[in-house]
């Protein structure tokens, strides 16, 4: 498994995720403007399956690290997944599995072009930056001057590298941890 965000001005988009055509078409609802950054929005898009105990933290800690909206695919037909927020979009839909997210996706390109990155992971997946990198538009902002410095020649799409963890707290300010 790899997080993986890629630029709604990319091509990739077009090669890499087709629709299905699985999924009836919903009207996008529109984010809210995303906070000042120099690298375009950061736009959150996921799924969430019987994942109600600890959403709202996984909201919290991505858009303390700078994702302006969160566009989340919700398929257990448990109640609706609530957040106090305008930044966070819930669409009710069918569980079309490992085409969940491709069937959909013009949800998330819809936010274009206020949101340029699109973020895609699963709401157990946290992502830890390490310092000196404080957000994702932070780090982005570093590979871009790395472009600048002539080391590549364009930047459509960032990796970024998992590992498992149990506990967060060793990798976060013991104000961030979650407690149940």
Not at 27 to 55: K, M, W
Not at 80 to 107: F, M, R
């Amino acid at each position: 498994m790899r997080i993986f965000a890629y630029s709604t001005a990319s091509k990739l988009i077009e090669s890499y995720c087709p629709s299905s055509g699985l999924a009836p078409r919903h009207d996008p609802r529109q984010c809210p403007p995303p906070p000042e950054s120099v690298n375009g929005g950061i736009l959150l898009y996921t799924r969430a399956l019987y994942e109600h105990a600890y959403f709202g933290y996984f909201a919290e800690w991505y858009l303390e690290l700078g994702v302006g909206c969160i566009i989340t695919l919700q398929t257990d037909g448990w109640f609706p997944l609530e957040y106090e927020s305008d930044k966070i979009i819930v669409y009710q839909v069918p569980n079309y599995k490992n085409h969940l997210l491709a069937t959909y996706e013009y949800l998330a390109i819809a936010q274009q072009p206020a949101y340029q990155w699109i973020l895609s992971l699963d709401v157990d997946e946290f992502l830890v930056l390490q310092p000196p990198f404080i957000s994702i538009d932070h780090y982005i902002g570093h590979l871009y001057s790395s472009i600048a410095a002539g080391q590549s020649k364009r930047l459509d799409a960032v990796l970024f590298y998992w590992m498992f963890l149990d506990n967060l707290s060793p990798h976060v300010p013991p104000n961030r941890c979650a407690t149940y």
